[in-house]
């Protein structure tokens, strides 16, 4: 897993080199004891530790993200595919 996203309070964090059950299973256990901080990495380019307090009732998204996404074809073009043509 490259890394897992964040999300915490309308912002966007992240967190690498660690397990995506590893850190569920961390956030449950500190929701669990009391109030929790999590250490995320804030920022782009330059990462800063930063602090969330996990609290009951603060939402909270976690997001696994692979290693690597589908890319484009050999053609050039996306291999995903586009929204449904209307008319």
């Not at 299973?25 to 990495?41: H, K, Q, R, S």
């Not at 920022?43 to 996990?54: C, D, I, S, Y």
């Amino acid at each position: 897993m490259k890394r897992i996203d964040i999300y915490y309070g309308g912002e966007h964090y992240s967190i690498g080199g660690r397990r995506f059950e590893d850190l569920r299973e961390e956030i449950e256990a500190g929701m669990i004891a009391g109030p929790y901080w999590l250490e995320v990495n804030d920022g782009e380019g330059q990462m800063r530790a930063a602090h969330l307090l996990l609290t009951p009732g603060v939402p909270l998204a976690i997001v696994p993200v692979p290693d690597e996404y589908p890319g484009p074809s050999s053609d050039g073009a996306s291999s995903e595919a586009g929204p449904p043509r209307v008319g």
